[in-house]
């Protein structure tokens, strides 16, 4: 139904009495669609049972459906969301039946609704486990005190020689693998354990030694060449 500006907003409140997570569903279309009408009460929670009821009075081509909800949290959205909206093109009612609880489900209510209270007025213990986790750990016996202020000083102890070989450690291996780099590699030794790559590698290193020599005779020879001079005359 359109709501028009000058109109007040319809507010009613419910009490935990009045509240249940057992609902009735009025003016919904007589087409057999209680799967349609369960799947889309259960996108709100987890809903137990949906069926029809025949004896309830309702208008013409239309019929009452109860559902039960698990809980009373989710039957309460889903009355807040669905009530007065288009399903199958009729607009459906949806109101609470606390007159099918029993008195499990009453007490339960009832004691659901009291943690929530008390939830909502000491928010601070709720809270508490964590603070109590975040609190440095005290001894007040002294004897409890000694021990653990040896326990402490030996494990500090152990952390210093542990941290100390670590250092050395690194630094015999940082040793190892410059003295390794520089080490100078002789041309005869064989690296590998077939003839013909030991062949090539000797092939290689021949000629290497060819071009440094041939590279170095090229740089005496330049070396010894007598500087040209200039005769040409300036004008």
């Not at 319809?10 to 997570?21: G, H, I, M, Q």
């Amino acid at each position: 139904m359109p709501k028009y500006k000058d109109e007040p907003t319809a507010v009613r409140v419910y009490t935990v009495c009045d509240e249940s997570k057992f609902l009735i569903v009025r003016n919904v279309p007589s087409l057999g669609c209680s799967d349609q009408l369960s799947q889309l009460f259960s996108t709100y929670g987890q809903v137990e049972e949906c069926k029809p009821m025949d004896a309830e009075d309702c208008e013409q081509y239309t019929d009452v459906y109860w559902i039960k909800f698990h809980q009373v949290n989710n039957a309460r959205f889903a009355k807040r969301k669905l009530d007065e909206s288009v399903f199958l093109g009729n607009r459906i009612q949806v109101s609470y039946a606390p007159q099918y609880e029993s008195l499990s489900d009453t007490k339960e209510k009832l004691e659901g609704r009291r943690k929530e209270v008390l939830s909502r007025l000491n928010p601070r213990k709720s809270n508490a486990p964590s603070n109590s986790s975040s609190k440095p750990f005290s001894v007040s016996n002294p004897l409890l005190k000694d021990t653990f202020s040896q326990t402490s000083s030996s494990a500090q102890s152990q952390s210093q020689s542990q941290s100390q070989r670590q250092s050395s450690e690194s630094r015999t291996v940082a040793t190892g693998h410059t003295s390794s780099s520089m080490s100078l590699v002789q041309s005869d030794k064989e690296y590998f354990p077939s003839e013909s790559m030991n062949r090539t590698v000797h092939l290689v290193r021949d000629k290497l030694n060819k071009i440094q020599s041939t590279s170095s005779e090229h740089t005496e020879a330049g070396s010894s060449k007598k500087a040209r001079v200039d005769n040409r005359r300036r004008i």
